[in-house]
């Protein structure tokens, strides 16, 4: 029986590479899709070369016809969608009063607009396979990566915070439209992850704060968004998984930097 059929945005390098990596090994079918195409190319031929099945797909999720054939490519490859793992995430740190609505703007593009038009597209395939399939198991399943600061707050994050909080909010809405032919929405929630930091002096900073005295590797996010998407979560829905070091319940670790 073919594994199922999934989607990972962000794919070519960090968690979004762990991931692919992730399903792969389960035997799914991927579609790849980042702005980085030599390592997502070099990445879907790595998966392939190991016996599985892996398509790249240049793309920017911000952009409504990218998404469009995002989703083209994976019914022309797979004919369904089983997964989508909307791993795209950009940060963003200037002090607040020195944001500029173009930045802010950018943000909420690279952010928000990419997550909601993924899952607007996404959602609607799984309804219409719902209405055409006989199958009564697999509805689907999506997974949203977003940030401990959709919690948390820095001076020198609004913006990057803003979107978080609103990715938070966006995935539990997304999952009640979708509860009603049984298809699922859940996130994870990193902090201090490896692949997420800028340099040294920050990583340093961010292992102080983490109550398990390290930082975590890409592919202990991609264990916990599997399970997310996998039927060991099937009554799993709406929520919020941290994978965090424990950040949040010491107080959320407040990133500081150098001025």
Same mark, same amino acid.
């Not at 022309?76 to 200037?94: K, N, T």
């Given at each position: ?9 962000? #794919? #070519?390098?960090?968690?979004? #590479? ?46 409504? @016809? ?17 997964? @989508? ?46 209405? !055409? ?34 990715? !938070? ?13 049984? #298809? ?76």
């Amino acid at each position: 029986m073919p594994g199922r059929s999934v989607i990972i945005t962000g #794919a #070519a390098e960090g968690v979004g #590479a762990a991931c692919a990596r992730r399903f792969a090994a389960a035997g799914d079918r991927l579609v790849l899709a980042d702005t980085e195409e030599e390592r997502g190319r070099a990445l879907a031929q790595e998966i392939v070369q190991k016996g599985g099945e892996a398509v790249f797909v240049l793309a920017d999720v911000a952009n409504r @016809l990218h998404v469009h054939n995002i989703v083209a490519e994976a019914l022309d490859a797979y004919g369904r969608i089983d997964v @989508l793992c909307q791993m795209a995430i950009e940060d963003y740190s200037a002090p607040f009063l020195e944001t500029s609505e173009e930045d802010f703007e950018r943000v909420v593009s690279a952010n928000l607009r990419s997550a909601f038009l993924i899952n607007q597209a996404i959602a609607r395939q799984f309804i219409r396979q719902s209405q !055409n399939s006989e199958e009564k198991g697999q509805r689907g399943a999506i997974v949203n990566l977003i940030s401990v600061e959709a919690v948390t707050a820095a001076p020198d994050h609004v913006a990057f915070a803003a979107t978080q909080g609103g990715l !938070n909010q966006m995935t539990k809405a997304v999952a009640l439209a979708l509860s009603g032919i049984g #298809a699922r929405a859940n996130a994870v929630g990193i902090g201090a992850i490896k692949s997420e930091l800028p340099d040294d002096a920050e990583r340093k900073l961010l292992k102080e704060s983490v109550p398990l005295k390290r930082v975590g590797d890409p592919e202990e996010v991609a264990e916990t968004v599997f399970f997310l998407a996998s039927s060991a979560a099937s009554y799993i829905t709406g929520q919020c998984v941290y994978v965090d070091g424990g950040r949040l319940i010491s107080g959320g670790g407040d990133r500081k930097r150098a001025e």
